[in-house]
């Protein structure tokens, strides 16, 4: 039946409003209960049931119940994704619902002819460890060592420049000496240095410690740094943060903490440095830390976590696929929050666009060329569903060791060092996203990031003279329109996303590898799922610096159907056609790549520049 499509596209065009839909049917869970054996197919005549549809020809009127659950769901925008189907009807689809997943089962378990099935336990142990990509920055806090770096950059607090402190490190050897010297000499009372050394003495030290609390200030500091994740359609948006109390001075504070928030200290595996020996923690409504001891000059932090509703952006993109060699995404994004984001950035799995400072109900058009050639970084992920592998280790994948540029995206610079508040930034999204701790990449989504001088964070101190530093990040995850259309389609590399799934390898990655002997599998999966009704055409580009002739590689990819690897014979740099190409592309449009370096009695080493793939489909 079509009415789910209708609905979907009813619903694409109404942005407030009801649809009210007659008809005969029933919710999900009646119209498909256990003691309907005979389908949902109806035979009426004069308003009465009949037993036999085939019954009396021409006389029976035959209808069809509707699925209201269906169809709430189209309207809705329900989107899932088929993992296991029988004669083009889905037996188990999963939906991404935040950064977690919901899976749905067509079967009811404790009936046949699941109840009696011998693979049931396989399949059930399959579909619960199964779990979902995830993205570093949805890991809450990752580095330690950089969040006591984001709130030690406290705002204001400049120390003096290494020429100043020469300077006066200058000053105070030349007056000390040759100074001090030249005028008792002169008085001829060159034992009076016994007194005027030490008086110079205290005296810099005097200057110097004017200096440090010139630098310190007078007041204590209240830092309330926070990144705020959303994702489309969620009612809330999830809050991690740390909260920095900076002291001039030996004193003790109280801390105040919303309810709703969960505080912690920086976890000393994580590099903090634990508890604090005189804090008292009280967790009634809300949190109070008591008692809590800052040295002069010192930072005490902590981390906050919990939830927010959700600041809502509207975002209205898709692909552009007709030119494959000049991917595009395109249309735009209204904040309809109430942050005011600067340096507002849109992230894509292969490019970046920065779309300057974005106010609350502004718009922002979006037009971004994506890098065709090169497949993106999935994010580190555990087990797909029903994504077999041979010879891996398919319940924990292997980690990628690159270098995750999503923390350069954001900030539009590499000079971290020289500003202060430009460092500030940096530490706090090293904190969260830690792009050196393996768990890299940004995987399929697209994301708006921006940067709000407020904080979420409930926190106050007992110190009315206190001053506080705001800083939030913005990462809203957006829809997208794919862009498919029914014919022919070609996805470059562009459109694919890479990830490691076994190796023998140190470090892995299918461009600018340096394969020694020994192998590795690599996972190309589209950004999104694919719906295709036909694989045209695979092709495997391999190349390695301008080299020609054969490899010297053993590539195989893997089967679909016979559920092995199949070798590709000796294969030469370049591009390579792959023959019955449908049996190495998965029901999502995934493929797996095993490409082994032979030579075990040696240290030769193959260097690949390239090892990816160009998919075409008919849809």
């Avoid at 109280?254 to 200290?265: C, I, P």
């Amino acid at each position: 039946l079509a009415a789910a499509e209708a609905m979907r596209a009813i619903a694409s065009k109404m942005e407030h409003g009801y649809v009210l839909s007659i008809d005969y049917g029933y919710p999900a869970r009646d119209l498909y209960a256990s003691w309907r054996r005979q389908g949902t197919l109806m035979a009426f005549r004069r308003h009465s049931p009949q037993p036999d549809p085939l019954a009396d020809p021409g006389r029976l009127d035959l209808t069809v119940h509707v699925d209201f659950t269906s169809l709430a769901a189209a309207a809705e925008g329900f989107e899932a994704a088929p993992l296991v189907s029988q004669a083009e009807q889905t037996l188990v689809a999963m939906r991404r619902v935040g950064t977690g997943q919901v899976m749905y089962l067509a079967a009811d378990p404790a009936l046949e002819p699941l109840k009696g099935w011998d693979g049931a336990e396989g399949f059930f142990r399959n579909l619960m460890l199964a779990a979902p990509m995830r993205l570093p920055w949805t890991r809450s806090l990752r580095n330690g060592y950089s969040a006591l770096e984001a709130t030690g950059a406290v705002p204001g607090l400049h120390l003096p420049s290494a020429l100043q402190l020469c300077g006066l490190l200058l000053v105070y050897v030349i007056v000390v000496g040759p100074v001090n010297y030249l005028v008792l000499k002169r008085m001829k009372r060159l034992e009076a240095a016994w007194f005027t050394i030490p008086a110079l003495v205290l005296g810099f030290s005097g200057v110097a410690y004017l200096i440090g609390g010139q630098v310190r200030g007078r007041t204590p500091v209240l830092e309330r740094l926070s990144m705020i994740q959303t994702w489309p359609g969620g009612e809330y948006a999830q809050v991690d943060g740390l909260v920095g109390v900076f002291s001039p001075r030996r004193a003790s504070y109280q801390l105040d903490v919303g309810a709703g928030f969960l505080v912690r200290q920086v976890p000393a595996g994580l590099g903090g440095y634990g508890a604090a020996e005189s804090a008292t923690f009280e967790q009634g409504d809300g949190t109070t830390i008591r008692d809590m001891r800052v040295e002069v000059g010192g930072v005490e932090t902590f981390v906050v976590e919990g939830n927010i509703p959700a600041p809502r952006f509207n975002a209205q993109l898709a692909y552009d696929l007709n030119n494959p060699k000049a991917l595009t995404l395109t249309g735009k994004i209204v904040n309809l929050s109430e942050y005011a984001l600067a340096e507002a950035v849109l992230l894509a799995p292969n490019g970046v666009q920065r779309l300057g400072n974005l106010e609350p109900g502004q718009t922002a058009a979006v037009s971004l060329q994506l890098n065709s050639l090169s497949a993106a970084q999935a994010s580190f992920a555990a087990q797909r569903p029903f994504a077999t592998l041979a010879g891996g280790n398919s319940l924990l994948p292997f980690q990628s060791a690159g270098y995750d540029p999503t923390v350069d995206d954001i900030l539009g610079s590499t000079n971290y060092y020289e500003d202060r508040d430009l460092y500030r930034r940096y530490s706090l999204l090293n904190a969260m996203l830690d792009p050196y701790g393996g768990l890299s990449g940004r995987g399929n989504g697209v994301y708006l990031a921006g940067w709000a001088d407020v904080s979420p964070l409930p926190a106050a101190i007992n110190d009315e003279q206190a001053r506080v530093v705001d800083l939030t990040l913005v990462l809203a995850s957006l829809g997208f329109q794919t862009g498919e259309s029914p014919g022919t389609q070609t996805l470059p590399p562009g459109l694919f996303m890479w990830s490691v799934f076994d190796s023998t390898q140190g470090y892995v990655t299918p461009y600018d590898a340096q394969l020694q002997p020994g192998f590795y599998v690599l996972l190309f999966e589209p950004l999104w799922p694919l719906r295709h009704q036909s694989v045209e055409a695979l092709t495997l580009h391999l190349s390695s610096y301008g080299a020609r002739g054969e490899t010297g590689l053993r590539v195989s990819l893997w089967d679909f159907g016979a559920s092995e690897w199949t070798s590709l014979g000796p294969v030469n740099w370049g591009d390579v056609e792959v023959p019955e190409p449908g049996r190495f592309v998965g029901p999502g449009g995934e493929i797996k790549a095993q490409i082994e370096n032979p030579d075990s009695g040696t240290s030769r080493v193959i260097g690949i520049e390239r090892s990816d793939f160009t998919l075409v489909v008919n849809y």
